[in-house]
Each structure stands twice: as C-alpha cells, then as structure tokens.
C-alpha cells in the first residue's frame, strides 16, 4: 500500500507570501492519481486540483500542482485570507481499487 | 448543480450497525461514476471507505471490509452504507462523495456519528 507522506505539518505564512506544501509517495505514482484538497473547520473538503496539475471547476488560479514520480507539490501563488486551511494529499490505486490521503498539512496564519 | 446529502442516525450503541443513506441531486446515479463513502474522526485524517458503482459493483477498504456493505438505490437516485459491529473508533464524520476521474469531486456536507452507550 502506497503511503502519502506530506510536509511541514504546520505552515506558518502571511497573506501576500506563496506557500508550497509537499505530498511524498512511498513509492512512484502515475501522476493521474495525485489530488489535493482544501478542509475548512466544519466544512467537508473541497477538490482543489486533480491529475496533479488539473485545477477543479472554480478553484482559482493561485492554486497550482505539479509533480512526478514520489514528489508532488501544491503551491498557492499570492495568499488570500481565505486560503488558512488544511490540505490533504491524496493518491487513486486501481488495483485494488483503493484512495490513501495524507495526514494534513495546517496552513495558519503568520 | 450536484448535492449530495448524507442522512441516518447520529448516535449508534457499541456493537451496533451503523447505517447512512446519501441522496443524490442533480446528477443521475446511474452515471459511469462512483459513489464513495470517506470518513474524518474528530480532529483527524481521512479515510476511504469504499466505492459502488450502479452495476452494484463495490470495491471496500480492506481494513473494513468484513464489517461494510454499500448498496444502491436507483428509483431512489440514492446509496447507503452499512457498517457493523461498531466501535467507539468509529466514531467520525461521514462523507458521502461522487468520484471519478480518480478523484473526489463532490462532497456531502458530512454527518457525524457518535458511537456511544
């Protein structure tokens, strides 16, 4: 079973700055199967990039991913205060057909 | 515009079943897509829970897999969860989702179920 590792755990930043959180694989992934997700206390998670590099219907274009092999990244170009959140990480197999996510990376405000 | 709208009872007794039902607006679930079930125990991670397709074909996670079953209600345009067994572990918030394209594309607004005597 593949294991998404992401970092840091927490990340410190101010509006205006660009974020970059990892998402590490514990083993090569086809870059089809890498998503990212945005979770807001209370709220479900909300889609924010699939295939890697595919933003979802919505989602601005500060939100960028890219990445290949074990290493994928989510960057937020230009923090807007609505942008303090958790992200997930998470990894599609199809056989068998399972979802892993990562544990969570906290954006928080500097 | 899809919503998907998670209902059932928000408290189960230990060793009880738990059980869920997600109704499906604005899209037939007799699509090519997948109807999910992901779970978020308080101030967790998530977990996948399993897949139904409308054929009835279902893919599990397979640390749960002896204990769930997810079924499909076309007349209904609806889908269910089933859950035995339960455990103060399982004790979560519970999704219900649409995926496709290897990802999870719309969510419900979650229920939480608290499992507790």
């Known amino acids: 079973e593949i294991v998404l590792t992401q970092s840091p755990g927490t990340l410190s930043l101010s509006p205006g700055e660009r974020a970059t959180l990892s998402c590490r694989a514990s083993?090569?992934?086809?870059?089809?199967?890498l998503a990212w997700y945005q979770q807001k206390p209370g709220q479900a998670p909300r889609l924010l990039i699939y295939?890697?590099?595919s933003r979802a219907t919505g989602i601005p274009g500060r939100f960028s991913g890219s990445g290949s092999g074990t290493d994928f990244t989510l960057t937020i170009s230009g923090l807007e205060s609505e942008d303090f959140a958790v992200y997930f990480c998470?990894?599609?197999?199809?056989?068998?057909?399972?979802?892993?996510f990562g544990q969570g990376t906290k954006l928080e405000i500097k | 515009q899809v919503q998907l709208q998670e209902s059932g009872p928000g408290l189960v007794k230990p060793s009880g079943t738990l059980s869920l039902t997600c109704a499906v607006f604005?899209?037939?679930?007799?699509?090519?897509?997948?109807w999910t079930w992901v779970r978020q125990p308080p101030g967790k991670g998530l977990e996948w829970i399993g897949e139904?397709?409308?054929?009835?074909?279902?893919h599990y996670n397979a640390s749960l897999k002896s204990r769930v079953t997810l079924s499909v209600d076309k007349s209904n345009n609806q889908f269910s969860l089933k859950l035995t067994s339960v455990t103060a572990a399982d004790t979560a918030v519970y999704y219900c989702?649409?995926?496709?394209?290897?990802?999870?594309?719309?969510w419900g607004q979650g229920t939480l179920v608290t499992v507790s005597s």
């Open positions: 604005g899209a037939s679930i007799s699509s090519g897509d997948w």
């Open positions: 998470q990894h599609y197999e199809s056989s068998p057909p399972r979802y892993t």
């Open positions: 989702v649409r995926a496709y394209s290897s990802a999870l594309f719309y």
């Open positions: 139904i397709h409308h054929s009835g074909t279902a």
């Open positions: 083993q090569s992934v086809g870059s089809t199967y």
């Open positions: 295939a890697t590099d």
